[in-house]
């Protein structure tokens, strides 16, 4: 575990490690990774920019040669890109009424508890732009998972799989991902130089109004948290997109020769062998509905790929294995994706 923390650290994992100098409260990235469980799976890697990561892709393998006597080897090179990566920052500020401190002894902890809603929306909007984010569109934000892999001429075309569902017949469409997350793959950035991206910052105390103008006094806390994603490799992500949530049956009908849970447990291992080599964490991810009907699939004995056990103290429901994560940020309203012809 501690080999796997050191090449594939998560956010804890960063955290944990932090010298007494820039260390955050430990509570508060587990209140991140309660409503947040991405988090328990993604790698974090220092951006080698403050507020941009640049790297190099590899877009072709270069070519060997089979030698024989008397006769060279011609050179060859491997084709690669550069690619720039930019990190958003979300920002948050805490207020929390002084008196109401004072009456449970000024302790941090209450403190911290009181501003848990400010923790838990910035986790939540985090994890929407990790999602949906699009800087083409939102140049505050960093670049998400769907707005690299929602263009049929693009070349992670290759791993968006259609589930075929249409929102002409039911209007409830959702994707499920699948990432392999690694230092070569796909990974979250945090600005070089700081704990994790996170920084949290007691501003002290000062007056406030109430809706009828009268004044008090509040504690205010900034929070601030600095990220962004970087796909190295394109190939380590795979879409399952148009799932229609209406077509999703829990028991099998046996007038049917196949039944669309079939499909979607059919489609979650097509999506698993469009991994190249699996290494690294690897997940599922999908909303609460999705995930809902794969839970209600384990009692059937047909369904051996899909299983529930504890792990850290949390249940997780697994398919061949690989954890199957709820993301609420993951809607059941996109529009549909067309495949390509």
Not at 243 to 264: A, M, R, S
Not at 278 to 307: E, H, S, W
Request: some cysteine.
């Amino acid at each position: 575990m501690a080999v796997i923390s050191t090449l594939y650290p998560t956010l804890a994992d960063i955290v944990s490690r932090a010298d007494a100098s820039g260390r955050i409260d430990t509570s508060i990235v587990e209140m991140l990774t309660e409503t947040n469980e991405m988090l328990d799976d993604m790698v974090f890697l220092p951006a080698n920019g403050v507020t941009e990561h640049v790297t190099t892709v590899r877009v072709g393998l270069p070519s060997a040669t089979w030698r024989k006597l008397n006769y060279g080897v011609k050179p060859s090179k491997s084709k690669t890109k550069k690619i720039k990566d930019s990190l958003g920052s979300l920002e948050a500020l805490a207020r929390v009424d002084k008196a109401l401190v004072d009456l449970n002894g000024n302790t941090e902890s209450f403190r911290l508890s009181e501003e848990s809603a400010f923790i838990e929306a910035m986790t939540q909007q985090m994890q929407q732009a990790v999602i949906y984010g699009d800087s083409s569109i939102d140049p505050e934000k960093f670049m998400g998972l769907q707005a690299r892999f929602n263009d049929k001429s693009a070349e992670t075309a290759a791993n968006v799989i259609d589930a075929g569902g249409t929102t002409a017949r039911s209007g409830k469409l959702a994707s499920m991902y699948l990432v392999c997350w690694g230092p070569r793959t796909v990974f979250g950035l945090y600005p070089k130089g700081s704990t994790a991206g996170l920084s949290m910052r007691d501003l002290g105390e000062e007056p406030a109004l109430d809706d009828d103008g009268g004044e008090y006094r509040v504690l205010k806390t900034h929070y601030k948290w600095n990220m962004g994603l970087c796909v190295r490799d394109w190939r380590y992500i795979v879409r399952i997109a148009n799932i229609d949530l209406e077509n999703l049956k829990i028991k099998p009908d046996p007038d049917k020769e196949d039944t669309d849970g079939k499909v979607l447990i059919d489609l979650m291992t097509e999506a698993l062998e469009k991994i190249p080599h699996p290494t690294g964490r690897m997940a599922f991810y999908c909303n609460k509905d999705v995930r809902t009907f794969l839970r209600k699939q384990i009692r059937y004995a047909a369904n051996v790929n899909i299983t529930m056990s504890e792990v850290a103290g949390k249940e997780v429901v697994s398919f061949d294995g690989v954890p199957v994560r709820r993301v609420d940020a993951l809607a059941n309203t996109e529009k549909r994706y067309t495949p390509p012809s």
